[in-house]
C-alpha cells in the first residue's frame, strides 16, 4: 500500500498484500495462476485469504455435469456447469460411461456417439445405441448413471479438464419390453398360426379339386382373420 500523489491510497500489485483495493494479490504479477497480473480473479478461479499481512491463495471450481436429460428415444443431453470441448473428435466408455446395472448386480456399458458438433458448448448430445431389452419395474434398471473417466478428453472453455469423477443419473425408458417368457409364447404362437393356415389352405385346395370351384375367396377370408 502506498499513497499516490493526489493523496490516496494505492494499492502494490504483486507485492503479496491486500488491503481491498484488488480483487486478489498472491505474490506475483504471473496470469495463469488464478490470479492475474492486473490483480484480478482469473475466469474459474476463487481468490482468499489475502490482508495486509498475507497474500491469496486462489482455487479453480472445476467444470462439472449438472444434469442429464433423457429424451423418448433415449438419447442423452448432458448439461455442464460451463461451456466445454472435446480434446478429440469423439468421445467412448473409456472416456465418458454410460452404463446401467442389472439384476445380477453386473453393470452393462451402453454404447452412444456424440451428435453435438458446435463447441464451446454447455450441452452434450449422446445418441445411444441400446442392443438389449431395458425391462421396467426395477428401479435399478432403468438408471442410467454417466460418469467422467478423467482422460482429459473433455475441457472447459478455460481449458480445464472437468471435474475427476464429475456424474450424473437420468431415468429411461423402458426399451422393447418382452419378456423371454412371452417371447417363447408368441413365436410358439407364431408357428401354429402359420401352421394352422397352410393346413387351412392345402383343405381348401383339395376340397377344390374335387368340386373343380374356385376356394380363393375362402382363403383371402382366412387370411384377413389371421
Known sequence: ?????????????GDGYR????????????????????????PGYICYGGDHNNKDKCIYYPTEILGAYANKYNDIILNFSRPIYLAKNSLTNKDLRL?????????????????????????LYLYTVFRDDIIGGAYYDNIL???????????????????????????????????????????LYGKLSLGFVFAA??????????????????????????
Open 1 to 13: 500500500m502506498i499513497v499516490g500523489t493526489n493523496g490516496m491510497c494505492v494499492e502494490t500489485c
Open 19 to 42: 488491503f481491498s483495493l484488488t480483487g486478489c494479490d498472491d505474490g506475483n504479477l504471473k496470469d495463469g495462476d488464478g490470479c492475474s497480473s492486473k490483480c484480478m480473479p482469473e
Open 99 to 123: 452404463y446401467l446395472r442389472l439384476k445380477n448386480g453386473n453393470f452393462k456399458d451402453i454404447e452412444y456417439q456424440i451428435k453435438t458438433y458446435d463447441f464451446p458448448t454447455n450441452y
Open 145 to 187: 448413471k454417466i460418469e467422467y473417466q478423467n482422460t482429459q478428453s473433455i475441457i472447459d472453455i478455460n481449458r480445464k479438464d472437468i471435474k475427476k469423477s464429475s456424474y450424473a443419473r437420468v431415468w429411461i425408458n423402458t426399451v422393447d419390453f418382452f419378456p423371454d417368457v412371452e417371447k417363447q409364447d408368441a413365436e
Open 201 to 226: 389352405i392345402s383343405f381348401w385346395w383339395t376340397i377344390a379339386e374335387f368340386t373343380k370351384k374356385s376356394v380363393l375367396p375362402s382363403v383371402f377370408i382366412l387370411l384377413a382373420f389371421q
